[in-house]
């Protein structure tokens, strides 16, 4: 498969527990975007990063939540001390910045904290 | 920061009918505008984009778009609907400042009775 890659499918835990989801792009994209999506709702822009850099951080990224793409090829994303408003859809894509299409998006990693 | 509106939350059709969704942005500047469909159980996919050029922009499966400046709309239509398009349907906006970083509006889910 050479589309977008994330994982786990899905995954529930405990409030107060902490996460960590994976996003492996295409390869060839220096593009990662990190989207949230709630039940009812569009997707939500939460983070991006060109290669390794994370060029910017959403307000809904609260202290809790943190983003890596240490080599510029996968990423993580994690979340600290899990609140019950943290469930939701978390959408990887990416692209190859200033190519002319949209991005590719993964299948997303379903949190539910109970 | 820009903002998108879809006007129907829910669409139930039967198959034949012709389609229009409606779409429209806040933002003063240039923008590139996308719809992205996401069937059942599936990732979101892009139906269509427009960068420049013709304003009426044709995507996969007989969908099209008409981007209309004065109204800052981009209505997404198709003339005949079949079951399988049965799906959520998003409209995203990236304001060419914003480092490919797209706002979506809503979604709405359309349902095709066979």
């Known amino acids: 498969d050479t589309g977008v890659s994330q994982d786990p499918r899905h995954k529930i835990t405990k409030r107060g527990q902490n996460v960590t989801f994976r996003c492996d792009p295409i390869?060839?994209?220096?593009?990662l975007y990190w989207y949230r999506q709630t039940l009812g709702q569009g997707p939500e822009f939460l983070t991006y990063f060109q290669n390794e850099a994370q060029l910017e951080k959403s307000r809904l990224l609260s202290d809790r939540f943190s983003a890596e793409r240490p080599k510029g090829s996968f990423s993580t994303l994690e979340i600290q001390r899990t609140e019950q408003g943290d469930s939701a859809m978390y959408l990887c894509a990416s692209m190859v910045a200033g190519a002319n299409y949209g991005y590719t998006f993964g299948s997303g990693t379903r949190l539910t904290v109970v | 920061a820009q903002s998108v509106s879809q006007h129907n939350h829910h669409v139930i059709l039967s198959e034949a009918a012709s389609l229009e969704l409606g779409c429209n942005y806040s933002?003063?500047?240039?923008?590139?505008l996308f719809w992205y469909v996401q069937y059942p159980g599936q990732h979101l996919q892009l139906l269509l984009k427009y960068f420049s050029g013709d304003p009426l922009v044709k995507g996969i499966k007989g969908f099209e778009a008409e981007f209309i400046k004065s109204k800052f709309s981009f209505n997404l239509r198709k003339p005949s609907v079949q079951w399988s398009d049965t799906a959520e349907y998003f409209c995203?906006?990236?304001?060419?400042?914003?480092?490919?970083?797209?706002?979506f509006g809503g979604g709405t889910r359309v349902l095709v009775k066979p």
């Open positions: 390869s060839e994209h220096n593009r």
């Open positions: 933002y003063g500047g240039t923008v590139n």
């Open positions: 995203a906006v990236n304001a060419h400042a914003a480092g490919n970083k797209l706002t």
